[in-house]
């Protein structure tokens, strides 16, 4: 993330990425609106950081390298956040531990979503006064961090529910429609030659996306659909995870190490997997048991959950005695670890 840089079209308006902002900043909090107080600051293991890290992350990205440049009129909300936060970004300043970031009781999920208001409020006033290029170019690029690190959040708190024997859901949705069979798997021929690659244009890239180039590819052929659990279940049976002449080098030194035969998520048995989303009224096992029957896709991040047209602008925040309740306070809106 270090290197990455924002691009723009000339003719576009502040009030488009203000409200983008709003709309993306929300979303972080809407990922967040099942989970109870105690989910926020779970960490099973180095690489999983606790979703209460994550919202403050990503605030703090704006406050550090946005608003903190508008000091004495800007008051920053707390300074020891700029240590607790602050993630990779050797050039700010000393950072704490990332295999200990499960250890922070405090700050409090409140003091986090509190944390949020308040710099969106001071930036959103800030982008509606002042359109200089280098604000519109750093908001960009912290949306864009943002995202990242809501994948993440959804990664990370995938782990923690799923060494948890209670095995919670994030959401429940419907699924119908989803048990039809797939169609035979086809491989289409395409031609090689010289073809380019990387970004063009002015809209957002990274860097590690330029310089645009010129590249050389072989004849090759793919398949037309997305590889099914079942089809996946026959590579495991076929003892796909025991023959080396199927994975590159890497891999096959990561599955000789780590003794690795079957996906994170799936048990022994390959007859559940672990997922997030489960079907309304059904169970966990009901849904996980379908996952691998062998007809469906993995459907995370396909489909919106069935009941977010009905969650609207509403975000999780936490009231008096520590319940987790819902109000109508978020904005009205159209990844280092």
């Not at 990425?17 to 809407?30: A, G, P, V, Y």
């Not at 949705?173 to 073809?195: C, I, N, Q, T, W």
């Not at 048995?269 to 996952?291: H, K, N, P, V, Y």
């Not at 309740?325 to 809106?333: L, T, Y």
Request: aromatic letters at 10%; one cysteine or more; glycine letters at 6%.
């Amino acid at each position: 993330m270090s290197s990455t840089r924002a691009r723009f079209e000339p003719d576009r308006l502040p009030a488009a990425l203000i409200e983008r902002f709003k709309r993306i900043r929300t979303r972080s909090t809407d990922l967040c609106r099942t989970l109870e107080p105690e989910d926020y600051v779970v960490q099973t293991m180095p690489s999983v950081s606790p979703t209460k890290w994550h919202l403050a992350h990503t605030t703090w990205f704006f406050e550090q390298f946005i608003l903190r440049k508008q000091r004495p009129v800007y008051e920053i909300f707390n300074d020891s956040y700029h240590f607790l936060f602050n993630s990779y970004y050797y050039t700010a300043g000393e950072m704490y531990a990332r295999a200990r970031r499960g250890l922070l009781s405090r700050p409090t999920v409140k003091d986090i979503l509190a944390y949020r208001d308040y710099v969106d409020e001071r930036l959103v006033a800030l982008m509606e006064k002042d359109n200089a290029d280098w604000i519109q170019q750093r908001v960009e690029l912290g949306l864009q961090h943002e995202q990242q690190h809501q994948e993440l959040m959804l990664t990370d708190i995938k782990h923690v529910f799923s060494v948890n024997p209670l095995e919670p859901i994030l959401v429940e949705a419907d699924y119908s429609g989803r048990d039809a069979a797939l169609p035979e798997m086809e491989f289409k021929r395409h031609a090689g030659g010289v073809g380019e690659i990387g970004a063009e244009g002015e809209e957002f890239c990274f860097d590690n996306e330029t310089p645009r180039h010129r590249v050389l590819l072989n004849d090759f052929e793919i398949g037309d659909r997305l590889v099914s659990n079942g089809e996946f279940q026959q590579f495991i049976e076929d003892d796909g995870y025991r023959k080396p002449e199927l994975w590159l080098s890497d891999g096959w030194a990561w599955v000789q190490s780590e003794q690795v035969n079957r996906p994170l998520y799936w048990n022994e048995d390959l007859t559940q997997a672990f997922t997030l989303i489960a079907r309304s009224g059904s169970g966990r096992a009901g849904m996980s048991r379908e996952l691998l029957r062998g007809r469906c896709l993995c459907p995370m991040g396909r489909r919106a959950p069935a009941d977010r047209a009905r969650m609207g602008n509403r975000r999780p925040t936490i009231g008096g005695a520590g319940q987790l309740r819902r109000e109508r306070n978020a904005p009205s809106a159209a990844a280092g670890r």
